[in-house]
């Protein structure tokens, strides 16, 4: 039977290969079935079921809430259209609004001292109870940070409803998160070049755990941390963050999308 659990296992009880028949099999299933004064399964009854299985595959989707896609618009995500804040200290970053190009151009490579980037407090609670997933694309142009590799020139966090949550901190050839220890020393590390292409991120977080998958493959998982003894912009819950926060750090890159589901 079909089961819907978060609008995800319903897309893929109809449509996974394994379970899916083959189309010959469909229609020999009803030929037996007329034949035996059974079911009468006609094309356009067919056609109306396929219509009614594309319709909820699409309600599903749009179930997602897009916080920020730069191919909409050539507006920067902190523009009217996304309400996204934007803060740079203590000189101005460089945002390069996406034009044609399909993303926005974020630069804080003018001074490594730069704290820079894009933040948004969600209104609809992030419940961590139930389990909610993040997504965004992103690619690191170049990335630098001080010569004892304990921060990032570039990271994104988001926090749940109870200031639980994760920061995934990005080098040029490697991901990591953030411990909440009060000196955000590294913890979860994988290898992966995030220069080589526009890469898309699925945090989930569920319980006490996160999973982040690069490209439909696991690349870290472990327990969520609480910032919140940090301040600002730790304090605020059902938030969102993607920018460089530490003064020991600075990059180049290129942001695509973030949504929310």
Avoid at 41 to 47: D, L, P, R, Y
Wanted: charged share 20%; hydrophobic share 40%; with cysteine.
């Amino acid at each position: 039977g079909l089961s819907l659990s978060g609008g995800r296992i319903l897309v893929r009880a109809v449509f996974a290969p394994s379970m899916a028949p083959e189309p010959s099999s469909i229609f020999l299933l009803s030929a037996r079935r007329f034949a035996a004064g059974g079911w009468r399964i006609t094309v356009s009854a067919m056609k109306r079921v396929c219509i009614v299985l594309f319709g909820l595959m699409f309600a599903v989707a749009a179930s997602a809430t897009l916080l920020y896609e730069a191919s909409l618009s050539k507006a920067t995500p902190n523009s009217p259209k996304w309400g996204w804040f934007y803060l740079s200290l203590p000189n101005a970053a460089k945002v390069t609004g996406p034009g044609s190009a399909g993303y926005v151009t974020f630069d804080t490579t003018a001074a490594m001292n730069i704290q820079a980037g894009f933040g948004k407090q969600l209104t609809t609670p992030l419940d961590r109870a139930k389990g909610f997933t993040a997504t965004w694309r992103l690619k690191v142009v170049r990335e630098q940070h001080a010569a004892d590799n304990q921060r990032a020139g570039l990271s994104v966090f988001v926090l749940g409803s109870d200031h639980h949550g994760i920061e995934i901190a990005y080098w040029s050839d490697r991901i990591f998160v953030y411990n909440d220890d009060k000196k955000f020393t590294p913890g979860e590390s994988a290898r992966l070049d995030t220069r080589v292409a526009m890469r898309t991120y699925h945090l989930t977080e569920k319980g006490d755990r996160y999973t982040l998958s690069v490209d439909g493959l696991v690349r870290l998982n472990g327990k969520l941390r609480n910032y919140s003894w940090f301040g600002f912009p730790y304090s605020r819950p059902n938030s969102i963050w993607y920018g460089d926060n530490t003064k020991r750090g600075q990059s180049v890159s290129q942001w695509a999308s973030f949504e929310v589901d």
